[in-house]
């Protein structure tokens, strides 16, 4: 059963992110989150970086439209091979003025 517990809060902390399991719009497996980008204006949760796994590199994906699950997954509102050609995250996990537009492009055509 899914809660539609909203993950875009201005109160949000890494914590309540990190770590937790990301799930596309089916259900499908997606990665963990590995951090949290917060929008440098009103510090709220904006991208969340999701690590896939062993030998993959993490993703964007806006935290906009995303809820948290009961068993505590959290959903996104993309199916995972929309996020699979995503921008990808840097090593540092701060993304470019030149990555914010590239992401606002590729999830905008969503």
Sequence with gaps: MHTRETLDRPDGLTADYVGHEVLDE??????????????????????????????????????AGSYHTAQGQIVVPWDKHWVKTAPRAAGDHLPTAGDRRELKAHYTDA
């Design 26 to 63: 089916h259900g499908l497996h997606l990665g963990l989150v590995a951090d949290v980008v917060y929008d440098e204006q009103d510090g709220h949760a904006e991208y969340l970086a999701v690590d896939p796994g062993l030998l993959r590199s993490a993703h964007y994906v806006p935290v």
